[in-house]
């Protein structure tokens, strides 16, 4: 086991790291966006929550639970979206420590780099397809409102709640 390690090592292993390093950077970005999507759909389903306890007319409360539903479902999936980027992240972060780990204990860690960056990628890519489930259910729900909005003249039924949506 080689422990002595020279400037132009340690070099080398800071750019072996850097690419790694930016990927983190990037996923802890759409971590952020996660993060804030899902505190926006939260607080749509308390607005919702509230009003459902408030209405009298049951075509309304019908609608409201419909989207309350979808809201929890969102909700699901970004949890899963979130705990997919976690999960990815770490891994690179141990990507990172192997690369200094190996080439300073002299011991071939490529298999396991390797396997780590693959494994988090796929990770990142699952995150990102149910973020693009999550959006879609959040433009298929605006559609959806809209339809009823529309429809709610000619029935005369109001909206509780006309404040703009957050989500």
């Known amino acids: ?25 990037g996923i802890a970005g759409f971590l952020g966006v996660l993060s804030g999507r899902l505190g926006r759909i939260i607080d749509r389903a308390r607005v919702l929550e509230r009003d459902l306890l408030t209405i009298s007319a049951s075509d309304e409360a019908t609608w409201l ?24 992240a770490l891994l690179v972060c141990v990507l990172i420590v192997c690369l200094f780990a190996g080439r300073f204990m002299a011991i071939n860690l490529a298999p396991v780099v390797v396997a780590l960056f693959v494994l988090g ?13 999550e959006v879609r259910l959040s433009t298929r729900t605006l559609r959806l409102g809209g339809e009823f909005i529309s ?17």
């Open 151 to 167: 429809g709610a003249g000619e029935a005369g039924v109001s909206r509780v709640n006309t404040a703009p949506r957050t989500d």
């Open 121 to 133: 990628l796929s990770l990142l890519i699952v995150a990102l397809l149910l973020f693009l489930n």
């Open 1 to 25: 086991m080689n422990t002595t390690i020279t400037a132009a090592d340690l070099a080398i292993i800071i750019q072996l790291a850097v690419a790694p390093v930016f990927l983190l950077a």
């Open 65 to 88: 639970k419909k989207e309350l539903r979808v809201i929890w479902r969102r909700v699901k999936i970004i949890h899963w979206s979130i705990a997919l980027c976690t999960t990815s």
